[in-house]
């Protein structure tokens, strides 16, 4: 099996599941943002062991790709092939609509 991928988060990706976090705490239980930090957790491993595995997401001719976490979360990242590296963009919730991810994109 091929080395795993180095993932890299970027600011806003950090700000994305500091939020996400705070808010389950916040709004539910610590257990539930644990629960939630794990499955996403899980998902960014599963990019990392196979980035290109995940459909692509365009932003006119820029080329993201985005996985879903079991808990409802889009994960949207590229990938540097060459570097052996995953760039995380954005952790988002599945319901958020296209125009608001796009948008959310350029503000990076």
Known sequence: MADKFKVIYSSRAEKDLDQILHYLVSNHS???????????????LSIAGMPSAN??????EELYRNAISKNGYRIIYSVQEVEQEVFLYRILHVKMNRPTIIASLEEE
Do not use: S
């Open 30 to 44: 610590p257990e539930t943002a644990r629960k939630a930090y794990r499955l996403i957790l899980d998902q960014v």
């Open 55 to 60: 459909p692509i997401f365009h932003r006119g």
